[in-house]
């Protein structure tokens, strides 16, 4: 254990009886590394006799060795990670620069949540964002984003995937723990919670909603604060959706806000242009696959009722 111990006395504009010690202890790593030893370094500041007292840790027990250990594999063959990111075969500097831009976010967020302490932290926490955002001292959008990021072979969580958009209904982020699922979930439904929260900034909204082949997903939604601008300057609000299959939901804390089983879920599509429900009050536009069936003699639930 690396204990040091510096003792110093206030004398700036203080008499000789107001004048108090202060004891600032530094604790290293190894004194930290597990609950009983944190016990033992609190029993001994409670047997100092100074009523002021500072005290100053490191990161806790192999921490600091695990952050080196990234930095060195990141930096350890620069050329090994080009090659990938040109097996990619990315057409263009632009799409090599934010593949760079995204590996770098990647990174950083390993060294803020390293994988098994973030994993096992999200298990014990069932998931909760809130939490875990609390835990490792990140946003929301962090926290969220490396759940997305929780599928190493052999230590898998729950796979998540999440999107981002504006208040224009624009969608510039997609990720998934198995990739974003265009094809079963498609992401552009209006009527997915992720639009109403634009309504409440900062609740967490969650819902169960059913795809029209009857595949089932937990969304979790929030909006984002942008940077703070001057004042005049329109502050700059997205809009997150965090997702996982329903076949999760018995995992995930955010469960608790849905009703019981018996209660149907919310009946979504991938997108209004690839969608054939009828009778839908938040529909944008006709399917491709079927006709118009106005009729301009009586009013129906959209002007794009088909047939």
Not at 14 to 23: E, F, Y
Not at 104 to 122: D, E, N
Not at 197 to 225: H, K, N, Y
């Amino acid at each position: 254990m690396l204990a040091l111990h510096l003792d110093f006395t206030g004398r700036i504009n203080v008499s000789a009886d107001q004048q108090q010690t202060c004891v600032a202890h530094k604790f290293g790593g190894s004194s930290l590394k597990t609950a009983e030893r944190i016990a033992h370094v609190a029993g001994l500041l409670r047997a100092r006799a100074e009523t002021r007292q500072v005290t100053v840790v490191s990161a806790m027990g192999g921490v600091t060795d695990a952050l080196i250990g990234l930095v060195h594999a990141a930096s350890r063959d620069p050329a090994q990670a080009q090659a990938e990111l040109d097996a990619l075969g990315l057409s263009s500097g632009e799409a090599r620069r934010i593949s760079r831009f995204e590996l770098a976010r990647y990174t950083a967020h390993a060294l803020m949540m390293p994988y098994g302490a973030f994993l096992s932290a999200a298990i014990r926490a069932r998931y909760d964002i809130d939490v875990l955002r609390a835990r490792f001292n990140v946003s929301f959008e962090q926290a969220a984003n490396r759940l997305t990021m929780m599928q190493r072979p052999g230590a898998a969580g729950v796979p998540f995937f999440m999107m981002e958009i504006d208040n224009a209904g624009n969608r510039f982020r997609r990720a998934g723990a198995q990739g974003f699922p265009h094809a079963k979930f498609g992401g552009a439904c209006p009527k997915l919670n992720v639009h109403a929260a634009f309504a409440q900034p900062g609740q967490v909204l969650v819902e169960q909603v059913e795809m029209p082949d009857g595949s089932g997903f937990l969304t979790i939604s929030r909006t984002l604060e942008g940077p703070q601008a001057a004042f005049g300057e329109r502050i700059r609000r997205t809009a997150l959706l965090v997702g996982c299959d329903a076949v999760s939901r018995e995992d995930v804390a955010y469960a608790a806000a849905l009703p019981d089983r018996s209660q149907p879920a919310i009946a979504i599509g991938p997108a209004c242009r690839l969608c054939e429900r009828s009778g839908c009050l938040a529909r944008a536009e006709p399917p491709l696959t079927r006709p118009l069936g106005l009729d301009e003699m009586v009013t129906g639930l959209s002007a794009f009722d088909f047939q």
